[in-house]
């Protein structure tokens, strides 16, 4: 995947994490500003819903390990600037 820091290319091989489920989550999970320049999308039930409509069921079947997963991505230029596994609920000020 383009568009990587060289800290998330390090961490999304270290987490398992391959440039496919980045992608989708680039372009289907749902974001969520900080509001310090950077947006952070994850997989909830209508971004799972979304990959389902593209991918077809049987691939989301075979992603499920996957469904934590989330990204930190700059405003500015779109790119990765770390990505991991989300094991807490996410709170919205």
């Known amino acids: 995947m383009r568009n990587m820091t060289k800290h998330a290319q390090i961490r999304s091989h270290q987490r398992g994490l391959s440039p496919l489920i980045l992608d989708l989550l680039k372009r289907s999970?749902?974001?969520?500003?900080?509001?310090?320049?950077?947006?952070?999308?994850s997989f909830d039930?209508?971004?799972r819903q979304r990959v389902a409509h593209k991918v077809g069921r049987t691939a989301v079947a075979r992603l499920h390990e996957c469904w934590n997963a989330f990204a930190v991505l700059d405003t500015a230029s779109g790119s990765v600037l770390t990505c991991g596994h989300?094991?807490?609920?996410?709170h919205q000020s």
């Open 86 to 90: 989300q094991y807490q609920k996410i």
């Open 45 to 47: 039930n209508k971004a």
């Open 29 to 41: 999970g749902r974001r969520t500003f900080d509001h310090h320049g950077a947006v952070q999308p």
